[in-house]
């Protein structure tokens, strides 16, 4: 069932250029859906830092796709994620979904100021995504063949971002996911040693997973650029408290989750992680 009126009117997808904006963009594209990119360098560009962006992006939207980065949890992104709900419901737009973080508390009250605004809500949590080793942080590492993090013996339940761009969409188009939170995983718990020894598997070649300090981890992002922050987004899987395996995935889709394993094959076959 399709949110009536929405089949023609634009759906928002901010983060466009991301790696689970992206997948919802052409989801929508191939089910016959308007989908306008809300990114730096869109055609008609989204920039949360300028306010002035945000009228002609939400202009004719009646549902988007709310992600914020570098991530829900960092400092501002609530309050900023709170006047995006109000200004966009002002202007008419009904459904928003909200990409959130697992075990975040900074994340949550995210969620929360996106609901003050009185749209038709859905939020989908999630944490680190299978991607993060092909199309982001951990990329180069794979590449060189060593993964060096903060992370010890801890376990975390990897999900796929193609997983999370199927919630969205389906929570974009149906009626019958207002008002739900999804808290997605996929299939098993992985350590970084499991991680390393997968992707060994998938590229012929040997990954190698070496557990570094996070005062040694804080010191690499500085060397890199990157932000220090990042480092704190690490606790979330040495302290467990997001080491357990939930039914989100079936909950909206009726289906199981990706499995690591399969994942890393695809990837794999891209040719991504040739050295």
Same mark, same amino acid.
């Given at each position: 069932?399709? $949110?009536? #009126?929405?089949?023609?009117?634009?759906?928002?997808?901010?983060? *466009?250029?991301?790696?689970? #904006?992206?997948?919802?963009?052409?989801?929508?594209?191939?089910?016959?859906? +308007?989908?306008?990119?809300?990114?730096?360098?869109?055609?008609?560009?989204?920039?949360?830092?300028?306010?002035?962006?945000?009228?002609?992006?939400?202009?004719?939207?009646?549902? /988007? @796709? %709310?992600?914020?980065?570098?991530?829900? =949890?960092?400092?501002?992104?609530k309050e900023a994620v709170e006047r995006f709900a109000a200004f966009a419901v002002e202007r008419g737009v009904r459904r928003l979904v909200l990409l959130s973080g697992r075990g &975040?508390?900074?994340?949550? /009250?995210? &969620?929360? #100021?996106?609901?003050?605004? #009185?749209?038709?809500? $859905?939020?989908?949590? *999630?944490?680190?995504?299978?991607?993060?080793?092909? &199309?982001?942080?951990?990329?180069?590492?794979?590449?060189?063949?060593?993964? /060096?993090? +903060?992370?010890?013996?801890?376990? &975390?339940?990897?999900?796929? !971002?193609?997983?999370?761009?199927?919630? %969205?969409? =389906?929570?974009? $188009?149906?009626?019958?996911?207002?008002?739900?939170? @999804?808290?997605?995983?996929? +299939?098993?718990?992985?350590?970084?040693?499991?991680?390393?020894?997968e992707l060994s598997a998938a590229t012929g070649r040997t990954i190698t997973y070496i557990p570094v300090?996070?005062?040694? @981890?804080? /010191?690499?992002?500085?060397?890199?650029?990157?932000?220090?922050?990042?480092?704190?987004?690490? $606790?979330?899987?040495?302290?467990?408290?997001? =080491?357990?395996?939930?039914?989100?995935?079936?909950?909206?889709?009726?289906?199981?989750?990706?499995?690591? !394993?399969? @994942?890393?094959?695809? !990837? !794999?076959?891209?040719?991504?992680?040739?050295?």
């Amino acid at each position: 069932m399709s $949110t009536q #009126g929405q089949n023609t009117a634009p759906i928002l997808v901010i983060g *466009a250029t991301g790696k689970t #904006g992206r997948r919802v963009v052409e989801r929508l594209q191939g089910l016959g859906r +308007p989908a306008r990119s809300g990114s730096r360098s869109s055609e008609i560009p989204f920039v949360w830092e300028d306010e002035s962006t945000w009228e002609a992006a939400l202009d004719g939207v009646l549902a /988007a @796709y %709310v992600t914020y980065y570098p991530d829900l =949890a960092f400092p501002g992104a609530k309050e900023a994620v709170e006047r995006f709900a109000a200004f966009a419901v002002e202007r008419g737009v009904r459904r928003l979904v909200l990409l959130s973080g697992r075990g &975040e508390e900074g994340a949550v /009250a995210g &969620e929360d #100021g996106l609901k003050a605004s #009185g749209c038709d809500w $859905t939020v989908v949590r *999630a944490n680190w995504f299978h991607q993060n080793f092909s &199309e982001s942080f951990f990329l180069d590492p794979v590449r060189s063949g060593e993964l /060096a993090l +903060p992370t010890g013996d801890a376990v &975390e339940p990897f999900v796929d !971002a193609d997983d999370i761009a199927d919630v %969205v969409v =389906a929570s974009l $188009t149906d009626d019958r996911h207002i008002g739900k939170t @999804y808290e997605l995983s996929g +299939p098993r718990l992985l350590s970084f040693h499991d991680v390393a020894r997968e992707l060994s598997a998938a590229t012929g070649r040997t990954i190698t997973y070496i557990p570094v300090s996070a005062d040694d @981890y804080r /010191a690499a992002l500085r060397e890199l650029g990157e932000a220090e922050e990042f480092a704190d987004l690490f $606790t979330l899987i040495v302290d467990g408290r997001n =080491a357990s395996l939930v039914p989100g995935v079936r909950e909206a889709l009726g289906r199981g989750p990706k499995d690591f !394993a399969d @994942y890393a094959k695809e !990837a !794999a076959a891209t040719g991504v992680w040739d050295a």
